[in-house]
Structure formats: C-alpha cells, structure tokens
C-alpha cells in the first residue's frame, strides 16, 4: 500500500489503472474522499498540472466514498485496491504527459507498485534487449522539465542548487538516508559552516522539520530560496498566513504546502532569497557580495544565502 508524500497520487493512478484492465476503457469520472481531492489539488499537483488532470477525467469530492471510485456514464465502477491484472496494459495513468507530482520523498511511491502488475516502470529495459555495442557522440541537447518523472527531477534540482551555491563558497554531498530530514550536506570553504538542506518543490513547513537547524530549499523562477525552517515558521505564525495552521493538512498531517507564491509570501520570503551569480550580479547593484561575504553575514543572522538586510 503506498504511504509516502504522493500517496494520493498513487492510489488516483492505480485506481484508474484497475478500472481500464477491467472494462478496458477509460473511466470518465473519479470519487474521492475530500481529503484526498484536497492532498492532490493543494499539495501534490501545481495548478497548471490540476488543469491537465481536470482535461482528462472529472475528480469529485465524496464524503460517503471509503477511498476513491473509478466510473463512466456507463454505470460502470472499479473501487481503489481491486484486485485486476495490469500487466497488459499500454500507456497508463501515471505516464500521462505533463503530469508529475511533487514528491517529498526521495523516491516516488509508484515505484513500489512496480512487479506486482499494478503498475509499470516506463524506464525499465527488457530483459532480452541487446546490450549496445556503438559509441554514439554526445548530443548536447537541452531537456524539457516538465517531461522527467519524480526522481529525474529532484536530481536534476539538486545539481542546479548545487552549482548555485557553488558559486557563494559551498560543495554539496548527497545523503541517501534523509539525515534529521536533510537531503544533503551544504559545507563552506571557511570549514565551520555545514547545513542541512531539504530541497522541496515549493515552500513547505512541517512538524517533521522542527528543532533539526534544518534549511529548505525549492525554487521559484527566476531565482532560488533557502530559509531555516524553524525561523520562517515562526514568522508565519505571526503574518496574515497564520490561518494555515488551521487547515487539515496542518492539524492531521503536521505539514503544509504553498502550490503558488502570492505577494505577501514573496515579501516574507526576501530575506531567504538567494542572489544571482557573480556574472548575473555586474548588471545587478544590490547584490555585490562574494561567497565570503556571504558566509560572515550567516554567522550574525543565522542564515548564509540571501539579499542584504
């Protein structure tokens, strides 16, 4: 059963996936539990990825549903956790383009299901596909974001952040067991600075963070953000997003995600805002510092990448 962050977004795909191998079509319409509805649309999904969603099949809110319902107008329905074979199955409902929520864990739930004929991994070679024997040159050719899966993506964040702070003195070292909740290790040259970071697709606070003198950090174009978990908590408490502590994200699962920036948050935010590079910064007057500079600033204000204050 899937129980990590995408857990929702799991069961939605695995749902759908057991209606098609049991009518062989698609369903037209899902029921949820509004907990669910709610976990998907606010926390999993960005909202140009909830209108691809609503593009393709109706999601709607039930409080009389256990779980979730596949259905169509035919009448027929397929309730989440049937037991019908996938393995025939082409394309599915994970594999939808565009599509890809945003995980906190370090893998994706839909993995788990992977073997058991409820669900496939679209990266797996074939046993009997021959190894290769040429050499082809190296294509430098740019991706699309918006087309790697889950884990393509923290990976390819990771080495973005990595190089940006690179450029403010630190290497990075990645962690595989998720250390006091960081992802990786953020060490400066100075030899006394070492962080903790968790690198979120967007600005998150949870109860699982608290008291570890963790830093997270997500991106928000067209420039990074990493702030100590405890200290911007603290000022949430005390703005006008307090009402954030009242949701059911917050009091049934400890945490909560902001799917999009208004300007308010961006204001609370500033101070967490990483410069842009030394090239960037000859256009840029009010970001002149170097990496030293920056260092000593986190020595008397706890935080070592952000504007002047």
Same mark, same amino acid.
């Given at each position: 059963?899937?129980?990590?962050?995408?857990?929702?977004?799991?069961?939605?795909?695995?749902?759908?996936?057991? =209606?098609?191998?049991?009518?062989?079509?698609?369903?037209?319409?899902?029921?949820?539990?509004?907990?669910?509805?709610?976990?998907?649309? *606010?926390? !999993?999904?960005?909202?140009? %990825?909830?209108?691809? #969603?609503?593009?393709?099949?109706?999601?709607?809110?039930?409080?009389?549903? &256990?779980?979730?319902?596949?259905?169509?107008?035919?009448?027929?329905?397929?309730?989440?956790?049937?037991?019908?074979?996938?393995? %025939?199955?082409?394309?599915?409902?994970? &594999?939808?383009?565009?599509?890809?929520?945003?995980? &906190?864990?370090?893998?994706?739930?839909?993995?788990?299901?992977?073997?058991?004929?409820?669900?496939?991994?679209?990266?797996?070679?074939?046993?009997?596909?021959?190894?290769?024997?040429?050499?082809?040159?190296?294509? $430098?050719?740019?991706?699309?974001?918006?087309?790697?899966?889950?884990?393509?993506? *923290?990976?390819?964040?990771?080495?973005?952040?990595?190089?940006?702070?690179?450029? $403010?003195? @630190?290497?990075?070292?990645?962690?595989?067991?998720?250390?006091?909740?960081?992802?990786?290790?953020?060490?400066? !040259?100075?030899?006394?600075? @070492?962080?903790?970071?968790?690198?979120?697709?967007?600005? /998150?606070?949870?109860?699982?963070?608290?008291?570890?003198?963790?830093?997270?950090?997500?991106?928000?174009?067209?420039?990074?953000?990493?702030?100590?978990?405890? &200290?911007?908590?603290?000022? #949430?408490?005390? %703005?006008?997003?307090?009402?954030? =502590?009242?949701? /059911?994200?917050?009091?049934?699962?400890?945490?909560?995600? =902001?799917?999009?920036?208004?300007?308010?948050?961006?204001?609370?935010?500033?101070?967490?805002?990483?410069?842009?590079?030394?090239?960037?910064?000859?256009?840029?007057?009010?970001?002149?510092? %170097?990496?030293?500079?920056?260092?000593?600033?986190?020595?008397?204000?706890?935080?070592? !990448?952000?504007?002047?204050?």
């Amino acid at each position: 059963m899937p129980n990590g962050s995408d857990k929702n977004w799991v069961r939605l795909c695995l749902t759908i996936d057991g =209606f098609r191998a049991r009518f062989d079509v698609w369903p037209t319409r899902l029921r949820a539990k509004p907990d669910i509805v709610e976990d998907i649309r *606010e926390h !999993l999904l960005t909202q140009e %990825s909830w209108g691809l #969603l609503a593009k393709k099949i109706q999601l709607l809110s039930d409080p009389g549903v &256990e779980s979730l319902i596949a259905e169509d107008d035919a009448g027929r329905e397929c309730a989440y956790g049937s037991d019908y074979s996938t393995q %025939s199955l082409g394309v599915r409902a994970a &594999e939808w383009p565009s599509i890809t929520p945003i995980v &906190e864990d370090e893998l994706s739930n839909y993995s788990v299901a992977i073997g058991n004929g409820r669900a496939k991994d679209p990266e797996t070679t074939k046993p009997n596909d021959p190894p290769s024997t040429t050499h082809p040159a190296i294509g $430098f050719i740019a991706i699309d974001y918006k087309l790697l899966n889950a884990r393509q993506k *923290e990976n390819f964040n990771f080495q973005k952040l990595s190089a940006v702070l690179a450029d $403010f003195g @630190f290497t990075t070292m990645r962690l595989n067991d998720d250390w006091r909740g960081a992802d990786f290790i953020a060490q400066h !040259l100075d030899g006394q600075t @070492f962080l903790g970071v968790q690198l979120k697709g967007r600005l /998150v606070v949870a109860t699982k963070y608290e008291r570890k003198e963790l830093y997270v950090a997500f991106f928000e174009s067209p420039y990074w953000y990493m702030y100590p978990h405890d &200290e911007l908590l603290d000022v #949430l408490k005390g %703005s006008d997003k307090k009402n954030m =502590f009242e949701t /059911v994200s917050w009091r049934k699962r400890g945490g909560y995600s =902001f799917p999009r920036l208004d300007k308010k948050l961006f204001e609370l935010l500033e101070p967490y805002r990483i410069p842009h590079s030394q090239a960037d910064r000859r256009s840029r007057p009010t970001d002149r510092r %170097s990496g030293a500079d920056i260092a000593d600033v986190s020595k008397r204000r706890k935080h070592p !990448l952000g504007p002047e204050m």
